[in-house]
């Protein structure tokens, strides 16, 4: 990911009227392997709506949140959420996708920002995690930058392309999240706090 923050950016609540985006760019079996490790072949739009679908249509406390990123125009950018939320426990998983087109735009950053807001904020989680493939260096960079920090490998627990790849383990604690939010200079234009409480209580 790069450094240039995308200034005109805004993020709403996925709906339904996204799969069909989603079935797009999930074709790129390359791109779909990097980000879902459930999901070995590319699926059309009905299947990525039956995935989907408890997500969209669940009722609160809800479990998980997805977001869009979208430009000016409504064009949209990428896909994040949290996931597997556990009120308990107060922990959380961040998955996080940015289309082709979006990539060295800072659209990452943005995305895993608000999320990391809304988890802390809104949600009052303790802690996030999230993984990813050893070999995926793109997300390795951008969760550094975020603050998250490496906590372990799972050995050969992401299969494709005919090889078991490790899969690399990450968190980040909600203190740790105030302290380091405010050192990054793309905040300061966010008021993520504020756009989330409105969809979530809206």
């Known amino acids: 990911m790069g450094d240039r923050a995308t200034h005109s950016f805004a993020m709403r609540p996925l709906a339904s009227k996204d799969i069909e985006k989603?079935?797009?760019?999930?074709?790129?079996?390359?791109?779909?392997?990097?980000?879902?490790?459930?999901?070995?072949?590319?699926?059309?739009?009905?299947a990525v709506e039956k995935l989907w679908k408890d997500d969209l249509d669940s009722e609160p406390p809800r479990t998980s949140y997805w977001y869009i990123g979208e430009d000016d125009d409504g064009e949209?950018?990428?896909?994040?959420?949290?996931?597997?939320?556990?009120?308990?426990?107060?922990?959380?998983t961040?998955?996080?996708?940015?289309?082709?087109?979006?990539?060295?735009?800072?659209?990452?950053?943005?995305?895993?920002?608000?999320?990391?807001?809304?988890?802390?904020?809104?949600?009052?989680?303790?802690?996030?995690?999230?993984?990813?493939?050893?070999?995926?260096?793109?997300?390795?960079?951008?969760i550094k930058k975020l603050g998250f920090s490496h906590e372990g490998v799972?050995?050969?627990?992401?299969f494709t392309d005919g090889?078991?790849?490790?899969?690399?383990?990450?968190?980040?604690l909600q203190e740790e999240w105030a302290a380091h939010r405010d050192t990054l200079p793309s905040l300061a234009t966010m008021d993520g706090q504020r756009h989330f409480k409105a969809t979530i209580n809206g």
């Open 22 to 46: 989603l079935a797009a760019w999930f074709q790129d079996l390359n791109d779909l392997a990097m980000f879902d490790r459930s999901a070995p072949i590319p699926v059309g739009p009905e």
């Open 76 to 92: 949209p950018l990428g896909i994040c959420g949290i996931r597997d939320i556990n009120y308990v426990h107060g922990d959380g």
């Open 94 to 142: 961040i998955p996080l996708f940015v289309a082709k087109a979006a990539r060295g735009r800072g659209v990452g950053m943005e995305m895993g920002a608000r999320m990391l807001n809304l988890a802390f904020d809104n949600l009052r989680l303790r802690r996030v995690s999230t993984f990813h493939r050893v070999d995926n260096k793109a997300t390795e960079v951008l």
């Open 154 to 158: 799972v050995r050969q627990a992401w």
């Open 163 to 172: 090889n078991h790849i490790d899969i690399a383990l990450a968190g980040i």
